[in-house]
């Protein structure tokens, strides 16, 4: 059983830096994709970054610039700097891993944590 532990939310003023972390255990094959995704109020969930394994990464368009996904492989852990953060980045964010295991495609959830932006 894999499980997700988000930590880092909380509020933040505009034009601020916010760092989530996200905790993975679990048997987790080293091919694994980890994500950042978001949801915010009214709105629906939307995927923010992913990092591969290998180092790959992509990002939502309007968030390019201003985030950076990163992760340890050595402790299953995936981050999510967020800087000159905006009222409209208010959301839930979650953790997702998904890897093959073998041919079947595994999806995982963290809890979520919660991101306010506002002054």
């Known amino acids: 059983q894999v499980q997700l532990v988000e930590s880092g939310g909380g509020l933040v003023q505009p034009g601020g830096s916010l760092r989530l972390s996200c905790a993975a255990s679990?048997?987790?094959?080293?091919?694994?994709?980890m994500n950042w995704y978001r949801q915010g109020p009214g709105k629906q969930r939307e995927l923010v970054a992913t990092?591969?394994?290998?180092?790959?990464?992509n990002y939502l368009d309007s968030v390019k610039g201003r985030f950076t996904i990163s992760r340890d492989n050595a402790k299953n852990t995936v981050y999510l700097q967020m800087n000159s953060v905006k009222p409209e980045d208010t959301a839930v964010y979650y953790c997702?891993?998904?890897?093959?295991?073998?041919?079947?495609?595994?999806?995982?959830w963290g809890q979520g944590t919660q991101v306010t932006v506002s002054s």
């Open positions: 679990g048997s987790i094959p080293r091919l694994n994709t």
């Open positions: 990092m591969a394994s290998g180092g790959s990464s």
């Open positions: 997702n891993v998904k890897f093959f295991d073998p041919m079947r495609l595994q999806d995982y």
